[in-house]
């Protein structure tokens, strides 16, 4: 293996993370994990073509040419499993990000309360008073992992699929379902 | 077959043994220490996994002859590669037991299929979702309780934490939730 593979996966890397960061900051997309995840499967073989047309039209002895060698056999497609196992590990934590975990913010009101610290009512009294932390039907209708109709919510097929995995995988831990 | 092509099926085959050796780990260890991190148990056994992954990344270099002999742009690639992917598969593990949309969907199962806004507010409201968080906090040994208040006991989950809330303002997420975060000077 040659180092290029390591620098030229995290490149590929950044071709997507910066598309990503461009359009999130211009609009949010509906679907935004499916769009992360076509994104960052798509952006970086796109980005590969054009740097290997680009690469080409300055010659061998151009500065992109030289610094992306020709790959041996297994190499590039060792580059990209690189860039798409970054990319999982973005995509996974991106929803923390997004909707803003409240662990993260549970972390953040004991740490604006130390050295004293905070007592679990006037956790709970913040995040009542500021509205954080509401029940997320919407997102599940948008999602359509729910449907709302004269006020009864009941799962849709998707929504009862979804639970089904997560039910399975912890009953196979030998686990009780999660508290959420 | 072209030693690449064999790192590549080891990574691969890598992510199952993590699950085979996790659930195992979680089978029996989750019955003797209850109230313990199940989140830690999964990331203790992704962590432990880089020693045998390694080593097998070692052997097939060994293999290879003399003159492919030690890379270290190999072993770095089985690292990154590895616990990126094994990163990942804690997260998915994760959601099964915090996630806030398959408790809302559990709860919906349980109660047959069908529930009011309210019922649902009810079994599963902002009390009981932070007290789950608060419980976990305390099981990872991130804060503690002393005499009914809770403190910071390790800065990394916050200093995580501060990280991802501020990307999300970075990629112009600026809800109720981070302007409320940012009006009290917190991110």
Same mark, same amino acid.
């Given at each position: 293996?040659?180092?290029?593979?390591?620098?030229?996966?995290?490149?590929?890397?950044?071709?997507?993370?910066?598309?990503?960061?461009?359009?999130?900051?211009?609009?949010?997309?509906? $679907?935004?994990?499916?769009?992360?995840?076509?994104?960052?499967?798509?952006?970086?073989?796109?980005?590969?073509?054009?740097?290997?047309?680009v690469?080409?039209?300055?010659?061998?002895?151009?500065?992109?040419?030289?610094?992306?060698?020709?790959?041996?056999?297994?190499?590039?497609?060792?580059?990209?499993?690189l860039?798409? @196992?970054?990319?999982?590990?973005?995509?996974?934590?991106?929803? @923390?990000?997004?909707?803003?975990?409240?662990?993260?913010?549970?972390?953040?009101?004991?740490?604006?309360?130390?050295?004293?610290?905070?007592?679990? !009512?006037?956790?709970?009294?913040?995040?009542?008073?500021?509205?954080?932390?509401?029940?997320?039907?919407?997102?599940?209708?948008?999602?359509?992992?729910?449907?709302?109709?004269?006020g009864?919510?009941?799962?849709?097929?998707?929504?009862?699929?979804?639970?089904g995995?997560?039910?399975?995988?912890?009953?196979?831990?030998?686990l009780?379902?999660? $508290?959420? | 077959?072209?030693?690449?092509?064999?790192?590549?099926?080891?990574?691969?085959?890598?992510?199952?043994?993590?699950?085979?050796a996790?659930?195992?780990?979680?089978?029996?260890?989750?019955?003797?220490?209850?109230?313990?991190?199940?989140?830690?148990?999964?990331?203790?056994?992704?962590?432990?996994?880089?020693?045998?992954?390694?080593?097998?990344?070692l052997?097939?270099?060994?293999?290879?002859?003399?003159?492919?002999?030690?890379?270290?742009?190999?072993?770095?690639?089985?690292?990154?590669?590895?616990?990126?992917?094994?990163?990942?598969?804690?997260?998915?593990?994760?959601?099964?037991?915090?996630?806030?949309?398959?408790?809302?969907?559990?709860?919906? !199962?349980?109660?047959?299929?069908?529930?009011?806004?309210?019922?649902? !507010?009810?079994?599963?409201?902002? $009390?009981?979702?932070?007290?789950?968080?608060?419980?976990?906090?305390?099981?990872?040994?991130?804060?503690?309780?002393?005499?009914? $208040?809770?403190?910071?006991?390790?800065?990394?989950?916050?200093?995580?934490?501060?990280?991802?809330?501020?990307?999300?303002?970075?990629?112009?997420?600026?809800?109720?939730?981070?302007r409320?975060?940012?009006?009290?000077?917190?991110?």
């Amino acid at each position: 293996m040659q180092w290029s593979i390591l620098y030229y996966g995290f490149l590929l890397f950044a071709a997507g993370l910066a598309t990503h960061v461009i359009l999130w900051r211009i609009r949010h997309p509906k $679907r935004q994990i499916m769009t992360l995840f076509v994104l960052f499967f798509f952006v970086p073989m796109l980005f590969h073509v054009l740097f290997r047309i680009v690469g080409g039209l300055y010659g061998a002895s151009g500065l992109l040419a030289k610094s992306i060698p020709p790959f041996a056999g297994g190499e590039l497609p060792a580059a990209f499993i690189l860039c798409y @196992a970054l990319s999982l590990t973005y995509i996974f934590t991106y929803p @923390a990000a997004q909707a803003g975990c409240p662990t993260f913010v549970v972390l953040m009101l004991i740490k604006a309360a130390m050295p004293r610290g905070a007592s679990k !009512d006037e956790i709970y009294t913040y995040c009542r008073e500021k509205g954080l932390f509401g029940l997320e039907v919407q997102d599940l209708v948008d999602e359509d992992l729910i449907t709302e109709k004269n006020g009864q919510l009941a799962p849709t097929q998707k929504g009862k699929n979804l639970l089904g995995i997560f039910s399975f995988m912890r009953k196979v831990f030998g686990l009780p379902p999660g $508290r959420g | 077959m072209n030693i690449v092509y064999k790192i590549i099926m080891l990574l691969a085959l890598s992510q199952v043994f993590l699950v085979f050796a996790h659930v195992a780990v979680e089978r029996i260890i989750s019955k003797k220490k209850k109230g313990s991190s199940s989140m830690i148990r999964a990331m203790k056994c992704s962590l432990f996994g880089n020693i045998p992954v390694l080593l097998a990344a070692l052997l097939l270099m060994a293999r290879e002859g003399p003159g492919m002999g030690f890379s270290a742009v190999t072993l770095i690639y089985v690292f990154l590669v590895y616990n990126a992917l094994a990163y990942s598969y804690c997260h998915v593990f994760n959601m099964g037991d915090t996630a806030r949309r398959i408790r809302i969907l559990h709860e919906l !199962d349980r109660a047959g299929g069908c529930l009011e806004r309210d019922e649902l !507010d009810k079994r599963y409201g902002i $009390r009981n979702m932070l007290d789950a968080r608060l419980e976990r906090l305390v099981s990872m040994r991130q804060i503690t309780e002393h005499g009914g $208040r809770f403190v910071i006991s390790s800065s990394l989950l916050y200093r995580a934490g501060l990280i991802v809330l501020r990307w999300g303002f970075f990629l112009n997420y600026k809800g109720p939730l981070r302007r409320s975060l940012k009006d009290a000077g917190l991110l």
